[in-house]
């Protein structure tokens, strides 16, 4: 058998070919049209849908146009102004550069394409039917450029088949939409579907484009990237902490040199960034710009891949997540009252099935209204907050036990229920104008601290707080090799587990660095000789089994260094104050202060928040004061 003789494709199917991997869906039509806008130098990019896409996408931009002999060229593979030479291919700086996109797109739909530039007194315009391409024309059209892709894939039903429903498709291309939208915030934007504006977006700072595209929530609760820059590497932008948002978005947008990147690498780095302040079951949100020598990255990896090749990858890997450790560790930017915040975390506390639904709701309005839909976050919580205080006696002991800080305190549950009272002082000497944290007023069932602050109270979880400062504080002197160990007057006989008698043995060194002095003293016995002075605590043994477990999870891996955040984490819980500890004033006012001296102080180191504030305007609102 033989076969057939080899001839060479026709041009019209090498680009449906290509269009089959760079041209998707409308969306990724989308996506290469307002790029190629971007690249022209647009101030204004206005992009209008109909049916999701799929019947048409139409852009107009004020870019720099297309000259009358570039219009045939545009719509030839491998045709771009942007490469000259392949020196080029090694430092670009624009969006695209195949020259294949408007090729591509051009041969699978019923396109057009006008221009005109400032030397022109008029434009010109082409037109594509699927691929079979027309005259230049004069036509009358502004200074920049037109494309109107429509019924993209129409007759080609092997592609048109994997479109999805409208819905669908336009939620890919409003996704397209915000992504370039967010990283050009000096350009003007605006988005139709169906004749209905959806976006309307002049030129604004950053943070106003993050509050139109996501939301009051990401415009005033954020952690900024503080001019981070090294070896030619710049990282700017917002993170944000779960704990402070309300909504159920995740906001996670990464741009290289301007470039939407979604990249394991990056992903991994910025995870790492967010270590030891994220409660396990939520996400880092992030809106970063990482700027970098074109040189030293290859983003050529394929067209329509959102990864990349770093060269110093290591490097790169470690710039990010310091720059964003570091930026977690400021206190949030909280520009708003705090009703929000306080909204949320009682809402998760003390209601969350029953509220969630309504925060959807209130959230996926308000992006498809803008710019006249507002979230009103006032009127819903006060009445939220009411209720679920009212409701406060009949919290069971089940729900009692899921907001508390730590698994071992289960106890507690029930004496929170058993205890009514609060201990309240009127040691109110402290300068509150100076103390961001205010000063102690009481300690409310054993469990939380009251704080009168300038603005109004601070209700302080006095646990998870000063767990947290026993570990930054454990961190720090392992980090410059100072923990100081305490000898026990009287060495402590325990039994463990032979197994754990094992784990002792192999990491003995590491657990002398953390400051403890173990013995083996039988087949299933240990003498602790010596703990960290840190951890002055009641339940000696308990600790050391804790941490033992620890060591023992971990192999025979790089225990220390690996695993330092989570083995540090376990001490410094035996030490934190346990709940139903009768404090002073003066000491709550001490753990105060160390919590404002203290990294990172607004998390418990399961990530969840430790304090809530409540202005007095929130009060004011709640008994509707001055209405
Ligand atoms: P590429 O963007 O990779 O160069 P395209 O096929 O997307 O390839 O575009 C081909 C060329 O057409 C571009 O290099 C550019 O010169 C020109 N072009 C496309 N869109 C525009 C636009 N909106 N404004 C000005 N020129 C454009
Ligand atoms: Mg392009």
New binding site residues.
Partial sequence: MQLPRIKKLPEILINRIAAGEVVERPASALK??M???I??H?TKIVVELLNGGIRGVK?I?N????CYD?MP????RH?????VEEDDLYKIA????????????ASVSNFK?S?KIAEDKHGYTIASHFGVISEVMPSAINL??Q?EVNELYHNIPARKKFLKAEATEYGHCKGIFERIALSNPNIEFELKHNGKVIYSLPNQPLLERIEALFGQDYSHHYFEILEMSINGLNLSGYVYHPSYLSGTKTVQYFYLNGRYVRDRVIQNAIKQGFSGVLHHDHQPQYVLFLEINPNEVDVNVHPTKSEVKFREVGSVHNFISSSLRKALAQNVKDTTTSSNVLQQHLENKFSRTENFGNQTNSYSGKSDNYPSGNINSTSGGNHSIASNWNDRSNVNSKMVKQWLPNDELTNFARDVNLQHQALFSDDKNEDTTVLPLGSAIAQLHGVYILSQTVEGMIVVDMHAAHERIVLEKLKKQVATKSISSQSLLIPINAEIKEQLIEVLNTHREELERLGFELSVVGEKEIMIRAIPSLLDTGRIEKLVFDLLNEFSKYGNSNVISDHLEEILSTMACHSAVRANRQLSIPEMNALLREMEDTDRANYCNHGRPTWFKMTMKDLDGMFMRGK
Avoid: H, P, Y
């Fill in positions: 290469e049209i790029e190629n806008s690249d022209a647009a852009l931009d870019g720099v146009g297309i570039d060229l545009a719509l030839d045709a771009t102004s942007k490469i624009t969006l695209g550069f195949r020259g294949e996109g408007l090729a591509s797109i394409l221009s920049g450029t494309v």
